[in-house]
């Protein structure tokens, strides 16, 4: 099975400062119909995981232009340009590329 | 509106059959695919698996010996059950719309039915 490596805990960042959350993938998360199915979701606290990011860098209707994804092959990376309150709780990787498909182990956003 | 919500037993002993219903309205089960994923203390998100928009279904091997995910589009409702629970079974479970894009997308989420595997 693939695993997504990400960091528990990130930098704790200021509001208003850019946050780099990484998530990187012991395969190539390119499929073979050409296609990188890697997505991020945000599980704020109490609630259930929302989607923000699919195929690498689209980002899902609604969802705010501070939040950018990019990478490619197993190493990705998912940016908020201007962190703001409503932005804490936990990252989650998610690949759709190989059976099972697997989640990260998430990375808590902190503010400083 | 797009809603989706679990019901669940809350409490299942170990051994026994968990089961779930996730209710959804705003949109067509048969246009749609529906994944379950779960949430445990020793495991983090878990994907567990899917029904196609036309019934057909797909499991995680972890779980495919004793998954089965079905519907009945008449109510909107799709169904969990798994057998054979044991304790790190514990956890929160989730149904989701998939938008169907080549791989799980998981646009909406209901809020989780929480089960505790416990005699």
């Known amino acids: 099975d693939v695993v997504l490596t990400q960091t528990l805990v990130a930098q704790p960042v ?3 400062d850019q946050a780099s959350i990484s998530c990187r993938s012991s395969q190539s998360l390119v499929h073979s119909d050409g296609h990188t199915y890697l997505e991020w979701y945000l599980q704020k606290p109490g609630q259930s995981p929302q989607l923000l990011i699919y195929e690498v860098s689209n980002r899902f209707s609604g969802v705010p232009d501070r939040f950018s994804g990019s990478g490619s092959g197993s ?17 989650y990787c998610f690949e759709g590329t190989h059976d099972p498909f697997t989640f990260g ?6 503010i400083k | 509106q797009v809603q989706l919500k679990e019901t669940g037993p809350g409490l299942v002993q170990p051994t026994q059959t968990l089961s779930i219903t996730c209710t959804v309205s705003g949109f067509s089960l048969t246009s749609y695919y529906m994944q379950w994923v779960r949430q445990t203390p020793g ?5 567990m698996g899917f029904i196609r928009s036309g019934g057909s279904t797909e499991y995680n091997s972890e779980f495919k010996s004793r998954l089965s995910i079905s519907r009945d589009t008449s109510k909107n409702q799709v169904f969990l059950k798994m057998n054979s629970l044991k304790t790190e079974d514990t956890g929160v479970y989730y149904c989701a719309r998939d938008v169907g ?5 998981m646009d909406a989420w209901g809020q989780g039915a929480s089960v505790t595997v416990s005699s």
Do not use: N, Q
């Not at chain 1, 190493?75 to 990252?91: A, M, N, Q, W």
């Open chain 1, 14 to 16: 200021r509001l208003g």
């Open chain 1, 75 to 91: 190493d990705f990376t998912l940016k908020i340009s201007r962190v703001e309150p409503e932005d804490l709780g936990v990252y």
């Open chain 1, 105 to 110: 182990s998430g990375t808590k956003l902190e």
């Open chain 2, 43 to 47: 495991k983090g998100l878990e994907w």
């Open chain 2, 101 to 105: 894009m080549g791989a799980p997308v």
